[in-house]
Nanobody, 117 residues
Framework: QVQLVESGGGLVQPGGSLRLSCAASLSVSSINDMGWYRQAPGKQRELVAVISRSDTTNYSDSVKGRFTISRDNAKNTVYLQMNSLKPEDTAVYLC???????????WGKGTLVTVSS
């Protein structure tokens, strides 16, 4: 059973920062892409950022220049550094990893980020 454990969500004021972490129980040799989605109330799930095995990154236009995704293969962990947060960034953030050999996406349970004054 693959497990992804997220942490780092919470309440932050507009303009503030948070760092999300997601640790996977898969070994790094079994992981391809790692990334984050988010889902706000009443909205569709949105891809936020993804990082490949070769550290190629891709971001949604709404977070470019504010969010940074990174991975630590020694810890099987993906991070999302979120700066200059806006109220519209409020959502449940879910991490995923894509299995390298089977192409299956494994998901965390999500962590809530609330941006409000």
């Amino acid at each position: 059973q693959v497990q992804l454990v997220e942490s780092g969500g919470g309440l932050v004021q507009p303009g503030g920062s948070l760092r999300l972490s997601c640790a996977a129980s898969l070994s790094v040799s079994s992981i391809n892409d790692m990334g984050w989605y988010r889902q706000a109330p009443g909205k569709q799930r949105e891809l936020v950022a993804v990082i490949s095995r070769s550290d190629t990154t891709n971001y949604s236009d709404s977070v470019k220049g504010r969010f940074t995704i990174s991975r630590d293969n020694a810890k099987n962990t993906v991070y999302l550094q979120m700066n200059s947060l806006k109220p519209e960034d409020t959502a449940v953030y879910l991490c995923y990893v894509r299995g390298r050999w089977n192409g299956v996406d494994y998901w965390g349970k999500g962590t809530l980020v609330t941006v409000s004054s």
